[in-house]
C-alpha cells in the first residue's frame, strides 16, 4: 500500500522491538468471537491512475458544462486560483488545530484577521473562527439570544432559508423552545404587523434572514425596533456574502449568523462551507465557537492564541456553549483570502456587478413572465411567477446546458408556479437572454393553447 | 541545547504582519470583467439599504497576498513536515489524489439544488462511500450529513432520542465514562439529557458491575468510545451491550478511534446500535487547521426511520434519488447534503486502499503504537498496563516529582521537531501524555520520536528548568494565555481613529 512507510523488514524489526511474534497478537485483546476473519468487502485497491478515471467519469455525470441561474443559498462565484494555491500548502491544509501556539502562529494569525474582516463587513464587534455552515450557524445564534435573554421562545420569518428553519427545528426541539414562523407580506420582506402580534414578553430573539431567501433585503431596522422595544434580540442570517460589498450590514442586529460560502468556497454540492457567529463585545462570553485572541510572548512580542476555552466542550463539558470542536478552518481561510483579494475596493465593485446583472435579468423576464416581491430592493436574485409549472421550463432549458431558477412549490406552495432565480458576475447577459427568451416562448405557448382550448379553461 | 536533535535545525523564519498593515489605498489584487449588461443606479435600486462605506477592508496587490500566506505558513507545524502523536486525533497522511479529484469540474462546482438527472455523479459517489462505511462498520444505515464528529454526536443522541420516543418512553439520562471526550457530555446536554458519570475500573475500561448498578429505564444510552481514550479495547464489550439492552438502553459509539479497528472488528457485531465516524480522523481528509471535518452516523434498521432528511435511495429505473418523505425523521441537521468535499476525498482514501491496504493500515498503527510504547515504557509511568490498540497514555507521574509538567515536556518536544502529544486528557490519567502515531509514520520517525522523548526525560532530570521554560527554537516563545482571555482582543483596530474627512 503506497501511503504505508515500512519495509517488511522494518515490521519484523518491530514485532521483535516489542517482543511479540506476530501482528495477531496485538489484536489479542479484541475478543475472538467479533473478530473479522475476512476481506471487507469494499472495491479492490486501484492505482492513483484508476481512481483519477473513477472521479472523472463521476465529475461528467454530475453537470459539468452547464451553466446555472440556481442560488438559494448556494452561489456560484469566480474563485481567484490564488485561494487554492494557498490552502494547498501543506502547512495550512495538514495542519491540526492551532492548540499548540508557538507553532501554529500561521493559522492563528490568519483567523485573527478573518474574525477583523467579518467584523469590518458586518459592523459587529466580535467574529468567532467559523461554524459548520450558515444553516447551523444560525440555529446556535438562536440558541446563544436564548442564553442571554433567559427567555424561551424564538419567532422566525418565513422568508428564511428553508432548510435553515429546518435545522433550527431540529435543534430547538428538545431545547424547549417553541418557534413561532412569521409570513411575509406582498414585498417579500416579513410581516411586520404579525410579527409584532407574535411578540411576547418569552421572545428570546427575532431570526430574518438578509437579503432574505427571496432575495429581498428586509427592513432590518424596523425589525430591530419591534424586538429591542420588546426586550428581544435580533438574530440576522446572511445566506449570500457578497451582498455586504454592497447592502449596508445589519448593524442594529445583536447577532449575525452567516454563510461565507460566496467568498472563494467553491459549491460542491452543498460542502464543505463555512458559517461563522458575529456579534457584540457583551455577548461573546456566550458565544459558541473557537476564538483567537491576540496576546505577546515572554518576549513582549505579539503572538496569537485560541482564548475564551472557558466557553468550549473541552474544557466546560455538559455546561459548555455549545458542543462544537471540530469547524470549518481550511474553508475560513479560503474566505479570508478571497475577502483580502477583492479588499474594500473590490468588493463593492463585485457586489455592484451582482447587482447590476440582476437588476437587466429581472428586467428582461418581466417582459413576459410576472416579478414577484417588486415593492422592496432585492440583492442578486428574484422571483418570475410563469403561466407554466417551472419544472417543465427547466427541463427544456437543460436540453440546452443551462440549469433554470429554483422553483419554489417545494418550499412555498403557495406561491404556485414561481421559481427564484439567481445571477451573479459570471451570469452574461447571452445566458439571461436565452433563458427570459425560453420563459416568453413558454408563456406564448400557454396562452395561444389557452386560445384554442377556451372551453378548457372555462372548467 | 545539551541534547543535540537529529530531526530539526533551526532556519530563518520570515517575519510578517497583518494584512491590515499592508493596506494602502489603490493598490489591488482583482480585475473584473467588463460589465455586459448596463450600468446601475444603486441607490435608485437599494435606497437606504445601499452601503457606501467597506471600513477598514484592506487594498493590497496579488504579490504581497501570496508571500503574506506563504510567510504565515511556514509558521505552522504540519503532518507533511513530520510525526504529530496527538492522541485521538489520528494525523495521518493526507494524499494528495483526494484533493485533486474533489476538484474536477462537476464535483467541485455541482450546486445542491441541481437537478437529480444531473446529480448522478455526485450521489454515486455518496452511495459509494456509505456501502463502504456501512461494510467496515457492520451497521445498517448510514447518514453524511453531520459535518463534524460532536456534530455526529448530536444527530445520532437525536436519533436515540426519538427512538425512545416513539416507543412512548422517552428517558432523562446518557451515561458517559470519565475517560470520555468533552464532546460527549456537551452534546447529551444539547439533547436536553442529564449527564451521568461512569467511573473506570482499575484497568481503565468501563466498570461493568457499576454498569450494571446505574443502568435503569431512565437511561436512554451509554456513549462509549472504543478502543477508550486510553487506547484500550473494552473486552467486555458484550457484557456492556447486553447490560444496556436488557433495560431498553442503546449504546453509542464514538468512532474517534475506529482507527484501531477497521477489518479488525467492527461495531455492528459488538452490538453498538449508534456511532459516528471522523471522515477527518480514520478517513484521511485533511484537518486543515481545525475543518472541515464530516461526522457520518451509521446505525442498525430500528433507527433507520428517524434518519435526518433527505436520504439516498436506489431508485426503480436504477437511478439514485433523495427521498424527503420521511415522517419519522429527526429532522436537518445541515443544509443540503453534509461536507460531500470530504465524501470525496473519504471514498478516494478506501478505494486507494482497499481491503489489503485497509487491514494493512490498521495493523501498522496499532504496531506503530505499542512500538513507542515499548521504547518509552520505565522512562516514562504508564499508569494502566492494559494492551495498547493505537495510542498509549502515559503520565508525568516521575517527571513531575522534578518540576516538569506533561505541558513542559511537551512543549520541549517542539525544539526536538516534533508536534506535542495531547496533554492532560483523558482527565482519569493526571498528567497525562497521550500518544498516537498513525500508521503514517516510518520506523524512522518512531525512532527519532523515542530518542527526543527520552532525550527530554533525561533533561528533566539534569536541568529541568531548560523544559519548563520550552519551547527555545520557535518565532515566539510561550504566549501570555491568562492574559489573552482577560482583556480578550478579538480583532485589529487601526492605531489611530479614523478621523471624518
Redesign the interface.
Known amino acids: ?6 519495509s517488511p523488514a ?2 519484523k ?3 521483535e ?4 511474534n506476530s ?1 495477531d497478537d ?6 475472538a ?4 476473519n475476512r ?8 492505482a ?1 491512475s ?3 478515471d ?13 451553466s ?1 441561474f ?1 442560488g ?3 452561489y ?1 462565484h469566480y474563485r ?1 486560483v ?1 485561494i ?15 492548540y ?8 492563528l ?2 483567523i ?2 478573518f ?3 467579518i ?3 458586518t459592523g459587529m ?3 468567532n ?2 461554524m ?5 450557524a444560525a440555529a446556535e445564534a438562536v440558541m446563544m439570544a436564548v442564553r442571554l435573554t433567559g427567555r424561551r421562545t424564538v419567532a422566525v420569518a418565513r422568508s428564511v ?1 428553508p ?2 428553519r ?2 433550527l ?3 430547538a ?4 423552545m417553541p418557534l413561532a414562523t412569521i409570513s411575509f407580506s406582498d414585498t417579500g420582506r416579513i410581516n411586520l404587523k404579525e410579527l409584532e402580534a407574535a411578540i411576547t414578553s418569552d421572545t428570546a430573539c427575532i431570526l430574518v434572514q438578509s437579503p432574505n431567501f427571496f432575495g429581498t ?1 428586509e427592513d432590518v431596522e424596523a425589525v430591530a425596533e419591534i424586538a429591542h422595544r420588546k426586550g428581544a434580540m435580533l438574530v440576522v442570517a446572511i445566506a449570500e456574502a457578497i451582498s ?6 445589519p448593524r442594529s442586529a445583536d447577532v449575525i449568523a452567516m454563510e461565507a460560502q460566496s467568498f472563494g468556497v ?8 463555512c458559517g461563522v457567529i458575529a456579534t457584540r463585545e457583551s455577548n ?1 462570553r456566550q458565544m459558541p465557537g ?10 513582549g ?1 505579539r ?3 485560541l ?4 466557553r ?9 456553549t ?10 475560513a ?1 479560503m474566505a479570508n ?1 478571497y ?12 457586489a ?2 451582482n ?3 440582476t ?2 435579468a429581472a428586467d428582461q423576464f418581466s417582459k413576459h413572465g410576472n416579478i414577484l416581491f417588486s415593492g422592496a ?1 432585492r440583492f442578486n436574485e428574484f422571483v418570475v411567477q410563469t403561466s407554466e409549472d417551472p419544472y417543465a421550463i ?2 427544456r432549458l ?1 436540453g440546452h446546458k443551462i ?1 433554470g431558477g ?1 422553483p419554489l412549490k417545494k418550499f412555498y406552495p403557495e406561491l404556485g408556479n414561481a421559481s427564484l432565480w439567481c445571477c451573479t ?1 459570471l451570469t ?2 447571452s445566458l ?1 437572454d436565452t433563458a427570459a427568451g425560453h420563459v416568453a416562448e413558454s408563456e406564448r405557448s400557454v396562452r395561444s393553447a389557452k386560445e384554442e382550448t377556451p372551453e378548457e379553461v372555462a372548467r | 541545547m545539551k541534547h543535540f536533535t537529529r530531526k530539526a535545525t533551526r532556519h530563518v523564519s520570515q517575519n ?1 504582519g ?3 498593515e499592508k ?1 494602502s489605498s489603490g493598490k ?3 480585475r ?2 467588463p ?6 443606479d ?1 441607490e435608485k ?7 457606501k462605506d ?7 496587490s ?1 504579490i504581497e ?2 508571500r ?14 513530520g510525526m ?1 502523536p ?1 492522541g485521538s ?1 489520528t ?1 495521518k ?3 494528495r ?1 483526494n ?17 437529480e ?6 450521489m ?2 455518496i452511495k ?1 462511500l456509505s456501502d ?1 462505511l456501512l ?2 462498520t457492520g451497521m445498517e444505515a448510514i447518514t453524511l450529513q453531520p ?5 455526529g ?2 444527530t445520532g443522541l ?1 436519533l436515540i ?1 426519538a427512538h425512545h420516543d416513539s416507543k412512548g418512553a422517552p428517558r432523562k439520562k446518557v451515561l458517559i465514562p470519565d475517560s470520555a ?3 460527549n ?8 439529557y442529564a ?1 451521568e458519570n461512569l467511573k473506570s475500573n482499575a484497568s481503565g475500561m468501563v466498570d461493568v458491575a457499576a454498569l450494571e448498578a446505574q443502568m435503569n429505564e431512565d437511561v436512554a444510552a451509554l456513549m462509549l468510545t472504543n478502543p477508550n481514550t486510553l487506547g ?2 473494552e ?1 467486555e ?2 457484557k456492556i451491550a447486553d447490560i444496556l439492552h436488557a433495560k431498553g438502553g442503546l449504546l453509542y459509539m464514538d468512532g474517534a478511534n475506529m482507527n484501531a ?6 461495531p455492528g ?2 452490538g453498538v446500535d449508534v456511532m459516528h465516524l ?1 471522515l ?1 480522523k480514520t478517513f484521511s481528509t ?9 461526522g457520518p452516523v451509521a446505525v442498525k434498521k430500528q433507527l433507520e426511520p428517524f434518519l ?2 433527505p436520504v439516498l435511495i436506489s431508485k426503480s429505473d436504477g437511478t439514485l434519488g433523495f427521498d424527503y418523505d420521511r415522517p419519522q425523521s ?13 465524501f ?1 476525498r473519504a471514498l ?1 482514501y ?12 490498521t ?2 498503527a ?3 503504537a ?2 513507542i ?3 518509552l515504557e520505565g522512562v516514562y509511568d504508564l499508569p494502566y498496563s ?2 495498547s ?1 493505537h495510542e498509549v497514555v502515559f503520565s508525568d507521574k516521575l517527571q513531575a516529582k522534578k518540576g516538569a509538567r506533561t505541558m513542559d515536556i ?2 520541549r518536544l ?1 525544539d526536538y521537531g516534533f ?2 502529544y495531547t496533554t492532560a ?1 483523558p482527565l482519569i490519567v493526571p498528567g497525562a501524555l497521550m500518544i498516537e502515531p498513525t ?5 524512522e520517525e518512531l525512532d527519532l520520536f523515542i530518542e527526543a522523548m527520552r532525550a527530554i526525560a533525561q533533561e528533566v532530570e539534569e536541568d529541568a528548568e531548560v523544559v519548563r521554560t520550552a ?1 527555545h527554537s ?8 491568562t ?3 482577560r482583556k ?5 483596530k487601526p492605531a489611530e481613529p479614523k478621523r471624518e474627512a
Open positions: 500500500m503506497r501511503y504505508l512507510p515500512k522494518d515490521r524489526a518491530m514485532l522491538a516489542i517482543g511479540v501482528i496485538l489484536f489479542s485483546p479484541i475478543p468471537e467479533y473478530r473479522l476481506d471487507l468487502k469494499v472495491p479492490r485497491q486501484m492513483e484508476e481512481i483519477v473513477w472521479f472523472r467519469e463521476r465529475s461528467r455525470e454530475n453537470g459539468d458544462g452547464h446555472t440556481l438559494a443559498g448556494a456560484y481567484p490564488i487554492d494555491s494557498l490552502i494547498s500548502r501543506g502547512e495550512f491544509l495538514t495542519a491540526y488545530t492551532p499548540q501556539a508557538e507553532i501554529s502562529q500561521g493559522t494569525q490568519s485573527f484577521e474574525q477583523t474582516m467584523c469590518e463587513l464587534e466580535v467574529a473562527a467559523s459548520y455552515d450558515g444553516s447551523t432559508h432548510e435553515y429546518e435545522v427545528a431540529t435543534y426541539f428538545h431545547q424547549g433585503i455586504l460589498g454592497i447592502v449596508e450590514p467553491p459549491l460542491g454540492f452543498g460542502g464543505p462551507y461573546v473557537r476564538l483567537v485572541g491576540q496576546t505577546t510572548d515572554r518576549n512580542k503572538g496569537f492564541v482564548t475564551l476555552a472557558t468550549e466542550q473541552h474544557i466546560r463539558r455538559e455546561k459548555a455549545s458542543n462544537i470542536c471540530t469547524n470549518q478552518a481550511l474553508i481561510l483570502i475577502m483580502t483579494v477583492y479588499g474594500k475596493v473590490g468588493l463593492k465593485e463585485l455592484r456587478q447587482l447590476a446583472k437588476a437587466y430592493p427547466n427541463s437543460l440549469v429554483f458576475e452574461s447577459r439571461i | 510578517e497583518l494584512i491590515f493596506s489591488a489584487a482583482w473584473l470583467a460589465l455586459d449588461v448596463p450600468e446601475v444603486t435600486l437599494l435606497g437606504l439599504s445601499e452601503r467597506l471600513g477598514n477592508m484592506p487594498e493590497v496579488e497576498i501570496i503574506h500566506f506563504t510567510r504565515l505558513s511556514t509558521w505552522n507545524y504540519a503532518i507533511d513536515l504529530y496527538l486525533c494525523m497522511y493526507n494524499p489524489v484533493e485533486v479529484v474533489s476538484r474536477l469540474e462537476g464535483i467541485a462546482n455541482g450546486h445542491p439544488y441541481q437537478p438527472k444531473i446529480s448522478q455523479g455526485a454515486r459517489i459509494t463502504c461494510e467496515i459535518a463534524a464528529g460532536a456534530h454526536e448530536l437525536l432520542r471526550h468533552g464532546t457530555p456537551a452534546t447529551a446536554a444539547m439533547v436536553g449527564v484500550v479495547f473486552q464489550i458484550h479497528l477497521v477489518s479488525k472488528v467492527r457485531d459488538f471522523n477527518h485533511p484537518h486543515g487547521g481545525g475543518g472541515p471535518g464530516s435526518p432528511r429527526i429532522g436537518r441537521v445541515r443544509s443540503f447534503y453534509g461536507n460531500f468535499g470530504m470525496v478516494a478506501i478505494l486507494a486502499n482497499g481491503p489489503d491496504g485497509l487491514r494493512q493500515t495493523e501498522d496499532v504496531l506503530n505499542n512500538y510504547r515499548k521504547g492494559s494492551a490498540m511537551a512543549k517542539i508536534h506535542p486528557f500508521e503514517s509514520e516510518p520506523k519551547p520557535t518565532r515566539v516563545s510561550r504566549l501570555d494565555e492574559a489573552a482571555a480578550p482582543v478579538l480583532r485589529w
